[in-house]
């Protein structure tokens, strides 16, 4: 105990194993299953995106003179 608190536990290998095993599955999310879920919870709440009207802004690297000497 620390400071009056649990700073260690012994558990047996096989279940620290099984508990890292499940950890690291659960950090493994990729970007299109939280895509699908997002979408899975937007049908459930009857919930539409609407991502607003596009504009365009200004581009540096666009606007740039490249045939000029630097």
């Given at each position: 105990?620390?400071?009056?608190?649990?700073?260690?536990?012994?558990?047996a290998?096989?279940?620290?194993?099984?508990?890292?095993?499940?950890?690291?599955?659960?950090?493994?999310?990729?970007?299109?299953?939280?895509?699908?879920?997002?979408?899975?919870i937007?049908?459930?709440?009857d919930?539409?995106?609407?991502?607003?009207?596009?504009?365009?802004?200004a581009?540096?690297?666009?606007?740039?003179?490249?045939?000029?000497?630097?």
């Amino acid at each position: 105990m620390n400071r009056d608190r649990v700073v260690a536990a012994v558990v047996a290998a096989s279940a620290f194993q099984a508990y890292e095993a499940w950890n690291e599955q659960k950090q493994r999310k990729t970007l299109a299953a939280a895509f699908e879920e997002l979408r899975g919870i937007c049908a459930e709440e009857d919930y539409v995106l609407d991502p607003g009207l596009r504009e365009d802004r200004a581009n540096a690297l666009v606007d740039a003179d490249i045939d000029s000497p630097l």
